[in-house]
């Protein structure tokens, strides 16, 4: 079972930068994939990046790439998620997830792929 707890949003000025982090319990985070989902009010819940078990692959959806950076540290069992040149329309609940990923898979945009999920953490940009 593993345990995930995001940290670090807040309010920032469009243009402003924040870094999330996800602290993860256990022994075995190093055996997951993760990923960043958003949700802002009244929308579904969406994908933003992901990043394989040892860090040599990540995806971003088109909408963050650029701007954001997904990044772990296996060895004090964290995930990061550095955001730059913020925008209004990144406001939003982020939550970090967990994926055990299978053969020929080493990252994943599907949120039914994911077993583990954080609470959340709230990033309000202002314009």
């Known amino acids: 079972q593993v345990q995930l707890v995001e940290s670090g949003g807040g309010l920032v000025q469009a243009g402003g930068s924040l870094r999330l982090s996800c602290a993860a319990s256990?022994?075995?985070?190093?055996?997951?994939?993760m990923g960043w989902f958003r949700q802002a009010p009244g929308k579904e819940r969406e994908f933003v990046v992901a990043?394989?078990?040892?860090?040599?692959?990540?995806d971003y959806a088109d909408s963050v790439k650029g701007r954001f950076t997904i990044s772990r540290d296996n060895a004090k069992n964290t995930l990061y998620l550095q955001m730059n040149s913020l925008k209004p329309e990144d406001t939003a609940v982020y939550y970090c997830?967990?994926?055990?990923?299978?053969?020929?898979?080493?990252?994943?945009?599907?949120?039914?792929?994911?077993?583990?999920w954080g609470p959340g953490t709230q990033v309000t940009v202002s314009s």
């Open positions: 997830a967990a994926f055990r990923a299978y053969i020929g898979t080493t990252t994943s945009r599907v949120q039914d792929d994911y077993e583990y």
């Open positions: 256990g022994r075995t985070f190093s055996s997951y994939a």
């Open positions: 990043i394989s078990r040892s860090a040599g692959v990540t």
